[in-house]
Antibody
Framework: EVQLVESGGDLIQPGGSLRLSCAASGFTFSNYAMTWVRQAPGMGLEWVSSVSDNGGNTDYADSVKGRFTISRDNSKNTLYLQMNSLRGEDTAVYYC?????????????WGQGTLVTVSS | EVVLTQSPATLSLSPGERATLSCRASQSVSSQLAWYQQKPGQAPSLLVYDASDRATGIPARFSGSGSGTDFTLTISSLEPEDSAVYYCQQSRHWPVTFGQGTRLEI
């Protein structure tokens, strides 16, 4: 059974930093690109960042480029999102998700999410 | 970026009825469109990808259609557990974008 478990969400002051983790199991992690998608309270879904299966290629939404860094450790089956210079508009539930194999950029398994609240 | 506009914003129907949800793209996305279901307090789950392919384990009452700029998710016979917010998502153009969602009330 595929499982994705996020952790690391917290209440953080503006300008602060946080690292999110996503522990994966139930599939061959190193074979799949992974992504982070966020959802502000009561709002819709926003793609944040993606990383290729070997970590060699990364991509970011303009809203987080230069502040967030996605990475992965295939030996630990774990995905990360380093978040720096946090702003109020970064407040959201952050989901990690697995890319669907062989299709376009669609996401077939999602974690339960971790809440990041940026506030003083 | 590609803007996906979903309609209606809210849909209220009864069990057994047919639901038709629309997603319109601001430019052609070919068939690179997916639909997700999100129940309260839960993560989204993939229903349909490539406009019309059902994801693993999704009941046949869920079907997707369309190409280019106009897409439809049809739920043929509603069940109470279908109450959720439904999102469309395109992957034809960078960045991946989502629609604002349609809330389906049963």
């Amino acid at each position: 059974e595929v499982q994705l478990v996020e952790s690391g969400g917290d209440l953080i002051q503006p300008g602060g930093s946080l690292r999110l983790s996503c522990a994966a199991s139930g599939f061959t992690f190193s074979n799949y690109a992974m992504t982070w998608v966020r959802q502000a309270p009561g709002m819709g879904l926003e793609w944040v960042s993606s990383v290729s299966d070997n970590g060699g290629n990364t991509d970011y939404a303009d809203s987080v480029k230069g502040r967030f860094t996605i990475s992965r450790d295939n030996s630990k089956n774990t995905l990360y999102l380093q978040m720096n210079s946090l702003r109020g508009e970064d407040t959201a539930v952050y989901y990690c998700a697995k890319y669907l194999y062989g299709s376009g950029s669609f996401f077939d398994y999602w974690g339960q999410g971790t809440l990041v609240t940026v506030s003083s | 970026e590609v803007v996906l506009t979903q309609s209606p914003a809210t849909l209220s129907l009864s069990p057994g009825e047919r639901a038709t949800l629309s997603c319109r793209a601001s430019q052609s996305v070919s068939s690179q469109l997916a639909w997700y279901q999100q129940k309260p307090g839960q993560a989204p789950s993939l229903l349909v990808y490539d406009a019309s392919d059902r994801a693993t384990g999704i009941p046949a009452r869920f079907s997707g259609s369309g190409s280019g700029t106009d897409f439809t998710l049809t739920i043929s016979s509603l069940e109470p557990e279908d109450s959720a917010v439904y999102y469309c998502q395109q992957s034809r153009h960078w960045p991946v974008t989502f629609g604002q969602g349609t809330r389906l009330e049963i």
